[in-house]
T-cell receptor, first 110, second 116 residues
Framework: TQLLEQSPQFLSIQEGENLTVYCNSS?????LQWYRQEPGEGPVLLVT?????EVKKLKRLTFQFGDARKDSSLHITAAQPGDTGLYLC??????????FGGGTRLMVKP | EAGVAQSPRYKIIEKRQSVAFWCNPI?????LYWYQQILGQGPKLLIQ????????DSQLPKDRFSAERLKGVDSTLKIQPAKLEDSAVYLC??????????????FGEGSRLTVL
């Protein structure tokens, strides 16, 4: 079983601060996805990164895929209360199995 | 476009009872997943279907869990008999892309199971 470790598990910050969430594995993935999940709902896709070293930006969110395609990071600039939620990374392997990390629970206080 | 539908949203049962969850994926999506998400953790894959065939069920506790996807559309996940540690949210997801690809998974709202 391929494992994805996310850190930190919990993060509580003030509005306007920056933060980075990490997703690490010893396995290589064909692509990596980041999802955001709110209470009582299913995860919703934020981005998919495919190429080693790839960087994608989504407004204040910046996603990076490691050169070796084993790790990824999510950086949020000037966090807002609306960014509060559970952030999940998920790796897709050659067999199309999607494995999720344990998640990072983010709380942004106004 | 309608999303992934799941029912029931909530279910409370006593241990050793049985329960069944239903999932209707997005029309045309060939791949269907069932995930178990225990409170405070990330989703754990239980079973993956491609049309009506099982692709991976290596993490499904087959002594008590079963799943089927007859006709390659709707799917049901059954637990019999339930244990306390089965308390979790059961998420169904579907995906359009076949073969290798980066297709997005679309999730339902989940079925929250509480075993007393």
């Amino acid at each position: 079983t391929q494992l994805l470790e996310q850190s930190p598990q919990f993060l509580s910050i003030q509005e306007g601060e920056n933060l980075t969430v990490y997703c690490n594995s010893s396995s290589v993935f064909s692509s990596l996805q980041w999802y955001r999940q709110e209470p009582g709902e299913g995860p919703v896709l934020l981005v998919t990164v495919v190429t080693g070293g790839e960087v994608k930006k989504l407004k204040r969110l910046t996603f990076q895929f490691g050169d070796a395609r084993k790790d990824s990071s999510l950086h949020i600039t000037a966090a807002q209360p609306g960014d509060t939620g559970l952030y999940l990374c998920a790796g897709l392997n050659a067999g199309n199995m999607l494995t999720f990390g344990g998640g990072t629970r983010l709380m942004v206080k106004p | 476009e309608a999303g992934v539908a799941q029912s029931p949203r909530y279910k409370i049962i006593e241990k050793r009872q049985s329960v069944a969850f239903w999932c209707n994926p997005i029309s045309g999506h060939a791949t269907l997943y069932w995930y178990q998400q225990i409170l405070g953790q990330g989703p754990k894959l239980l079973i993956q279907f491609q049309n009506n065939g099982v692709v991976d069920d290596s993490q499904l506790p087959k002594d008590r869990f079963s799943a089927e996807r007859l006709k390659g559309v709707d799917s049901t996940l059954k637990i019999q008999p339930a244990k306390l540690e089965d308390s979790a949210v059961y998420l169904c997801a579907s995906r359009l892309t076949r073969g290798t690809g980066t297709g997005e998974l679309f999730f339902g709202e989940g079925s929250r199971l509480t075993v007393l």
